[in-house]
């Protein structure tokens, strides 16, 4: 069983950044791979990003890939995502998520166990 707190999100001006942050309990979190999704008004939840257990491999959708990154801290059970030139369009509730096995279809929330209750990130235009 893991639970998982989100923290970190803000309102920011187009351009700015943040870095979200989910910390999660469980003496078993460095087994789990980890992942962010968001979830804007009137939308479906989406895949934003993921991360391996070890940390070795990353994955992004398209819209974020080069602006946001994933990364985590198993020594203080904590996987971040630093998220810069932030656009209107990023706005959303954003969430983490966490499994303990290997899926290929990671970028599905159906592939996830565990998840936040999510951050709101507000990017005015």
């Known amino acids: 069983q893991v639970q998982l707190v989100e923290s970190g999100g803000g309102l920011v001006q187009a351009g700015g950044s943040l870095r979200l942050s989910c910390s999660a309990s469980?003496?078993?979190?460095?087994?789990?791979?980890m992942g962010w999704f968001r979830q804007a008004p009137g939308k479906e939840r989406e895949f934003v990003a993921r991360?391996?257990?070890?940390?070795?491999?990353?994955y992004y959708a398209n819209s974020v890939k080069g602006r946001f990154t994933i990364s985590r801290d198993n020594a203080k059970n904590t996987v971040y995502l630093q998220m810069n030139s932030l656009k209107p369009e990023d706005t959303a509730v954003y969430y983490c998520?966490?499994?303990?096995?290997?899926?290929?279809?990671?970028?599905?929330?159906?592939?996830?166990?565990?998840w936040g209750q999510g951050t709101q990130v507000t990017v005015s235009s």
């Open positions: 998520a966490a499994t303990p096995v290997f899926r290929s279809d990671y970028y599905r929330d159906s592939a996830y166990d565990y």
């Open positions: 991360i391996t257990w070890s940390g070795d491999s990353t």
């Open positions: 469980g003496r078993t979190f460095s087994s789990y791979a």
